[in-house]
């Protein structure tokens, strides 16, 4: 099954620009949308970008996504205590069964 | 706002089947596709597998053979299977609703999870 890479970490002070990344291949991101998830301390995921750059209604732009070729990134800005929290990307595998939800392995994001 | 409720037992012994179920709280299941997701203790987001009510299920490769996914509309839920469980199946299970009415939406609606324990 495909792989989809993210830092396992990062970090950055208040007020602060923070970039996440997402790196695939041709048969998943590069074919396919992005969306990335916010998951607080024990809590549920939710959702923050659909397809590509899409904010859900109630996700403040401070939160903006891109993509470009087989990579895709997560740009936080005005950085929040609040935004503390492990961040997952996730993209669809153009497999022979598929296509099949594959999530990054995820970023935990800490506010300094 | 609707919600998704999981449910079902919180311990199950290696080698029986796992079974949780999904309630729809408005009752539009008919409208769109429905995921179950799972995240073992301190570690990332695995997805299970996926299935629109009218269709076929779409699995896990990694999964595929131990998993089955069933949608019941007269009872707006959707249900997991899951066969011949491990210590590796321990998890918090979540179903989640895809957005819109195709398979590429997002994830926008998740239940609050439910753990299951595999233990003798």
């Known amino acids: 099954q495909s792989v989809v890479t993210q830092p396992p970490s990062a970090s950055g002070t208040p007020g602060q620009t923070v970039t996440i990344s997402c790196s695939g291949s041709?048969?998943?991101?590069?074919?396919?949308?992005v969306f990335w998830y916010q998951q607080l301390p024990g809590t549920a995921p939710k959702l923050l970008i659909y397809?590509?750059?899409q904010r859900p209604s109630g996700v403040p732009d401070r939160f903006s996504g891109s993509k470009s070729g087989t990579s895709a990134s997560l740009a936080i800005s005005g950085l929040r205590s609040e935004d503390e929290a492990d961040y997952y990307c996730?993209?669809?595998?153009?497999?022979?069964?598929?296509?099949?939800?594959?999530f990054g392995g995820g970023t935990k994001l800490t506010v300094l | 706002q609707v919600q998704l409720q999981e449910s079902g037992p919180g311990l199950v012994k290696p080698s029986e089947t796992l079974s949780l179920t999904c309630t729809v709280s408005d009752g539009f299941i008919r409208s769109y596709y429905w995921n179950w997701v799972r995240q073992p203790p301190g570690k990332g987001l695995e997805w299970i597998g996926y299935?629109?009510?009218?269709?076929?299920?779409n699995y896990n490769p990694s999964l595929k053979g131990r998993v089955t996914i069933s949608v019941d509309t007269s009872k707006s839920q959707f249900s997991l299977k899951m066969s011949s469980v491990t210590a590796a199946d321990t998890a918090i299970y979540y179903c989640?609703?895809?957005?819109?009415?195709?398979?590429?939406?997002?994830?926008?609606?998740w239940g609050q999870g439910t753990t299951v324990t595999v233990s003798s």
């Open positions: 996730a993209t669809w595998d153009d497999s022979l069964s598929g296509p099949d939800v594959v």
């Open positions: 397809r590509n750059t």
């Open positions: 299935m629109y009510y009218s269709g076929r299920p």
């Open positions: 041709n048969s998943d991101i590069g074919s396919n949308f």
């Open positions: 989640a609703r895809e957005r819109g009415s195709s398979p590429e939406g997002g994830m926008d609606v």
